[in-house]
Structures are given as structure tokens and as C-alpha cells.
């Protein structure tokens, strides 16, 4: 059974830092990705990695300030985010796809997390 589990959320504030990771177990997957949810909106696309190269991809809101990484051997993904503001507060959730290309659409993504919290206080 595929299992994605998210860890590292909590309270900062604005300006400081957090790491979130995702430990997937059952299988690997070709790209794993971080998306984010605020209350009252949609899901939103952070950023995506692909397992073989490392190639990744942000979204233009977190460029420059956050950070997509993968340990294959630990078959886990992490998302350093600094600098962060306090629109970067939502349930973070990893997400996991089979295909090769990068989407950042989460009806792309067939497995998925159950969020982790993040809240950037100002």
C-alpha cells in the first residue's frame, strides 16, 4: 500500500524558516511535488522534483525563497522554505505522480499525503 507521509509543519514567523519532508513508502514515483492549501482557497501548486535527475520547479510565489530536495536512498522529499510570510500559512500536502513530465495541476498527482500544517505569523 502507497503511503505519503508529511512531517515538519508548525508556527514561525514571518521571515524565519521550516522544513517540511514526505516519506514515501510501498513504491517510488517519477515526480513528487509539494502543493499547498489556505483556508477558503484553492489548492496550489510549491514546487515539484523529479526522482531520476533532480530536475525541479517552483512557483513563481516561492522562487528564490523555497528549496525542493529528494534523498533517494531515504526515499524522501523535503521542501526548505525560508524568508517566509505570512501568505505562505496553509496545509502543505505531497503529492506523487507516475508520469515523467512535471504538471502542476493536483488532478495530475494519483497519490497523496494528508497535509501538514504551516503557519507564518506576522
Known amino acids: 500500500q502507497v503511503q505519503l507521509v508529511e512531517s515538519g509543519g508548525g508556527l514561525v514567523q514571518a521571515g524565519g524558516s521550516l522544513r517540511v519532508a514526505c516519506a514515501a513508502s510501498?513504491?517510488?514515483?517519477?515526480?513528487m511535488a509539494w502543493f499547498r492549501q489556505a483556508p477558503g482557497k484553492e489548492r496550489e501548486f510549491v514546487a515539484a522534483?523529479?526522482?531520476?535527475?533532480?530536475?525541479?520547479y517552483y512557483a513563481e510565489s516561492v522562487k528564490g525563497r523555497f528549496t525542493i530536495s529528494r534523498d533517494t536512498a531515504m526515499s524522501t522529499v523535503y521542501l526548505q522554505m525560508n524568508s517566509l510570510k505570512p501568505e505562505d500559512t496553509a496545509v502543505y500536502y505531497c503529492?506523487?505522480?507516475?508520469?515523467?513530465?512535471?504538471?502542476?495541476?493536483?488532478?495530475?498527482?494519483?497519490?497523496w499525503g494528508q497535509g501538514t500544517q504551516v503557519t507564518v505569523s506576522s
Open positions: 510501498g513504491r517510488t514515483f517519477r515526480v
Open positions: 522534483i523529479k526522482w531520476s535527475g533532480g530536475s525541479t
Open positions: 503529492a506523487a505522480r507516475d508520469g515523467s513530465n512535471i504538471v502542476i495541476t493536483p488532478v495530475g498527482f494519483g497519490s
